[in-house]
């Protein structure tokens, strides 16, 4: 069973060890990764190609959507793991154009238990309606939905008690908010970056 996904890994350690014999020992022996990369599970998104960092430089935690809701304990693990142990410098919030979750949030069928985790997106629709429905096409409505769904992830990364302990005791830590384009594999700043609890109340 999946006999090529094993010679594939055999493949690419060799060439991780060819290229650098010691790379796998200094993997065991530590983990300080300066990002925490939050984003959507979807294939074509792989977190580490996307900014082109090795194994150990990124901590990453992907969900349909790329929510960040403050009642998701595997979410919140991740997060307290990140800010707390790890002593991460940079939360980044990565959305996606063309997210099937964000089309699926909103296009009205139903699909399950799924149709619950999508809620918070429904609900970003629902508050930017106007402005969603002035776009004259669909398409453009949805990649406004990503845009909008990320600010409001990256709020609540920002409104966590984890993150604003951490400010409280002055660890430097700021929450970005990003958008990736399948089309130019290329990354959207929003420039809705929040580093510390004057940014949050101005954003709020």
């Not at 919030?93 to 429904?122: E, N, Q, T």
Request: with cysteine; net charge neutral.
């Amino acid at each position: 069973m999946l006999d090529d996904l094993k010679a594939k890994n055999r493949a690419w350690a060799a060439r991780m060890v060819a290229a650098d014999p010691g790379f796998f020992r200094r993997l065991v022996n530590q983990q300080a990764p300066e990002y925490l990369w939050i984003g959507c599970s979807d294939s074509r998104v792989p977190a580490n190609e996307i900014v082109d960092l090795d194994p150990g430089e990124l901590f990453v935690h992907r969900n349909v959507g790329n929510l960040a809701p403050p009642q998701d304990a595997n979410y919140l693990s991740v997060l307290q793991f990140a800010v707390d142990v790890l002593k991460v410098r940079h939360v980044m919030v990565v959305g996606h154009y063309g997210c099937g979750g964000v089309a699926a949030a909103v296009d009205g069928r139903r699909r399950g238990l799924v149709d619950h985790w999508l809620h918070p997106i429904r609900e970003v629709a629902h508050v930017h309606r106007h402005e969603l429905e002035a776009l004259p096409t669909e398409r453009e409505r949805l990649d406004r939905l990503c845009e909008l769904n990320v600010k409001r992830q990256v709020m609540n990364v920002a409104s966590d008690v984890f993150v604003q302990d951490a400010w409280t005791r002055g660890q430097r830590l700021s929450i970005h908010g990003w958008v990736y384009s399948l089309d130019t594999g290329l990354v959207n700043d929003l420039g809705v970056t929040i580093r510390g609890l004057d940014d949050l109340a101005r954003a709020g």
